[in-house]
């Protein structure tokens, strides 16, 4: 049985994920009627926490995890909801639970993973867990809500660094992208969503840019969290787009949980994986020579340390790098690596593949 909280709502919270959390909210206020928790996001203490506190050789994404599930603690949350995600290993939630119970913590635990072979029933059954007076209708109903949310997350995320590092005035896309995060942490409906998700499109549509008729376009692959969220990898997207390059990334909740094709994706990147890899390397394959295919200057792969599906996926794309003359880049991230460290890599890569578009000009 969960325990009771004093105004009889549960105070929720689910680790710090990209920008997401913004989803989790609004379906947590609206479907389950519980006070949401947002933690403050990441910082080198949240890391700190996760790692000090992790097995030594375990992923970096989970020491994060870990440590921005202790901020949601330590800022009132008395319930807290984990997925298996999409690890080859798909034990997070177990082993996060007890280690944060092993450190003294009390709180109530909704793994996801044990109720993700019971269809919408399996999730209906966790989330009562929550609020015992849930009606499906009304989960169902903000459970589409939180998904279009994460629909318009996704695409406006593309378009800002696909054209931020080429506004005529600085700081132009950052000021609508703020606004357009704001609208959908208010949004109380469907209706609100829409009304923020064209608002920000609109915003950005009129920002005028200074951007060459080819340029430096570069795809982003990688290990699912660490490719996504910005604290993860250094922010590493906003580093290219202020070089001035268009940056592509097909990695996404929306692509590889909302409307993903698994089986169609394998048969495209048959000719370099015979078998499904495991997480997100066989979408990775697939979207790598999609970026080949479409000329892109570079790819770069992003990774945890300890990863073993990505670190398998490695020759895999030094492969495609070679065949589509392609020049690619392996960055791995974990506690130790430095910002100093990755923008020197960055601007190595840069400068080449510039002066390599310059020569086949």
């Not at 080429?166 to 132009?172: D, K, N, P, S």
């Not at 990898?233 to 996404?252: F, I, T």
Request: aromatic share 12%; charged share 25%.
């Amino acid at each position: 049985m969960l325990g009771e909280v004093n105004n009889g709502k549960k105070k929720v919270a689910f680790p710090w994920v990209n920008r997401y959390n913004i989803g989790v909210k609004y379906f947590v206020e609206h479907a389950l009627d519980a006070q949401y928790i947002l933690q403050p996001p990441m910082t080198r203490r949240t890391l700190e926490m996760g790692e000090k506190n992790s097995p030594d050789f375990v992923c970096t994404p989970f020491k994060t995890t870990l440590g921005s599930m202790i901020d949601a603690l330590e800022a009132g949350a008395d319930t807290l909801i984990m997925t298996f995600g999409l690890c080859k290993l798909g034990y997070f939630g177990e082993l996060q639970e007890q280690i944060l119970r092993d450190m003294g913590y009390r709180f109530d635990f909704i793994n996801m993973s044990q109720y993700s072979t019971g269809g919408v029933k399996g999730y209906f059954d966790a989330f009562r867990q929550v609020n015992s007076r849930l009606k499906p209708g009304r989960m169902v109903k903000a459970g589409l809500a939180s998904m279009r949310m994460c629909d318009c997350l996704d695409d406006m995320e593309d378009r800002y660094y696909q054209n931020c590092g080429f506004e005529a005035e600085r700081g132009a896309y950052r000021r609508v992208w703020n606004q357009f995060l704001q609208s959908m942490t208010l949004a109380e409906n469907k209706k609100d969503i829409e009304k923020g998700y064209r608002r920000g499109v609109e915003g950005f549509g009129a920002i005028a840019l200074n951007k060459p008729e080819q340029p430096l376009r570069v795809g982003l692959v990688g290990e699912y969290f660490t490719v996504m969220d910005a604290f993860s990898n250094l922010d590493l997207e906003q580093k290219l787009a202020d070089m001035g390059v268009e940056v592509h990334r097909w990695m996404n909740v929306s692509h590889r949980n909302l409307h993903y094709d698994g089986s169609n994706l394998e048969v495209q990147a048959r000719d370099y994986v015979k078998y499904e890899m495991s997480a997100t390397a066989t979408a990775n394959v697939w979207y790598a020579r999609k970026c080949g295919e479409k000329g892109y200057d570079g790819l770069i792969h992003v990774k945890s340390a300890s990863c073993t599906p990505e670190m398998d996926l490695m020759p895999v794309l030094a492969n495609i790098g070679a065949d589509y003359k392609m020049p690619v880049l392996f960055l791995t991230f974990d506690s130790q690596t430095s910002d100093t460290g990755l923008a020197t890599r960055l601007e190595a890569f840069f400068d080449m593949i510039q002066m390599r578009k310059q020569v086949l000009r």
